[in-house]
């Protein structure tokens, strides 16, 4: 093409080759198509850098020919392919760790999709520079960033586009753990969801909220923002969502019960591990909280979620794990005076039936 002069078609020619450097990085980056023979005398650790490495090479062959096809493209006058291509190479930056260029690029694409005047093209860069950011730590420009994302689709009127933005704010004070001003910020988001009858991303502005306070540590806000989000979800048909809120009030409310049931018992042992010390746990509490997680469980399954479900089934694993453990050994101290045995003592748990090898208490029906 580059004989014939056709520099059209030598730029889609060019593309094509970055397209085949990011496939193969991309390949690498999950451990595909990659000859691992020579690695045979590796540690896990030489073999990982290894590919790191190889991964690396190719995302630098990639930077490379984009730069070629970057030139051709402005040649060409194609403003939004090269647009594209830049939020493209912007992205193998941040992979690549040279975040000042990825910054660059996606500023770069975000002036070309204004002059196109081309809304989601600039939010899609604008994400683009704000993962560079995040990918800095530097929250307060990621958060600036943000910000221009929500006057973009408010000065376009498009109300769904800014309810967007305020999210992505939120998702970044997050991050920062600001999460006082998160929740004014949620008061006008869920108000614009409301608005355009967006059930689902007011779902997620709930959700932002609960996470952070989950980090905060502010477990009773949490729960009731976790039980709204879910009933959102529930009504807007988002089983997904409904599953991470369940999962996530759930996994607050387990932790509390072990808290309790591990002070009780230490308590329990301090005494002596007499009965009368003993205090049985809440097991309708636990059941009640161990079953938000099975239905997470279905709700994932439902809705083809592999990745939720996964990490519902492995709380419930650790439950069940963690349950048996405060439950055994099952002993029993004997008292003996001159000679004669005066009295027996139950330990742990003095409800258990001995020598059962079960732990009834906590058991999951």
């Not at 990085?25 to 999950?30: E, H, Q």
């Not at 204004?114 to 800095?136: N, R, T």
């Not at 779902?203 to 909220?209: K, P, T």
């Not at 048996?324 to 409800?351: F, R, S």
Request: glycine share 8%; with cysteine; net charge negative.
């Amino acid at each position: 093409f580059r004989k014939a002069g056709d520099t059209l078609s030598e730029a889609v020619a060019s593309g094509l080759v970055v397209d085949a450097h990011m496939a193969k990085a991309a390949s690498l980056g999950v451990g595909k198509n990659f000859r691992q023979s020579h690695q045979l005398k590796m540690t896990a650790a030489e073999a990982q850098e290894d590919l790191s490495r190889a991964r690396g090479k190719h995302f630098g062959d990639a930077v490379r020919a984009a730069e070629g096809t970057l030139d051709l493209l402005t040649q060409t006058n194609q403003k939004r392919k090269k647009a594209d291509l830049l939020c493209q190479v912007s992205a193998m930056h941040i992979g690549a760790g040279t975040l000042e260029d990825a910054k660059e690029c996606a500023m770069t694409a975000r002036d070309l999709y204004h002059d196109l005047q081309d809304p989601a093209g600039e939010k899609a860069a604008l994400l683009v520079e704000m993962d560079a950011h995040i990918a800095d730590k530097d929250g307060f420009e990621a958060l600036d960033v943000a910000k221009e994302v929500t006057k973009v689709f408010r000065k376009a009127k498009d109300k769904r586009g800014e309810a967007e933005g305020m999210l992505l704010q939120m998702r970044v004070l997050g991050m920062m753990q600001q999460v006082e001003e998160m929740t004014r910020l949620a008061k006008d988001a869920r108000s614009l969801c409301q608005s355009v009858g967006d059930k689902k991303m007011e779902g997620q502005v709930v959700s932002a909220l609960f996470n952070a306070n989950i980090d905060k540590g502010d477990t009773e806000i949490a729960l009731a923002q976790a039980q709204e989000a879910a009933e959102i979800f529930r009504r807007a048909g988002d089983k997904s969502g409904e599953a991470n809120a369940l999962h996530a009030r759930g996994c607050i409310e387990l932790e509390a019960f072990f808290k309790k049931l591990e002070s009780d018992l230490a308590h329990f042992r301090k005494m002596g591990c007499m009965q009368q010390y003993y205090k049985e746990p809440d097991i309708n509490a636990y059941e009640a909280s161990l079953g938000l997680v099975k239905k997470a469980v279905d709700l994932f399954e439902a809705a083809e979620d592999a990745e939720g479900k996964a990490m519902a089934q492995q709380t419930l694993n650790a439950s069940d794990q963690k349950a048996a453990m405060m439950n055994d050994p099952n002993e029993t101290k004997q008292i003996w005076k001159d000679g004669k045995l005066v009295d027996v003592v139950k330990t742990w748990n003095p409800n258990r039936d001995a020598g059962s090898g079960q732990a009834p208490a906590l058991a999951d029906e």
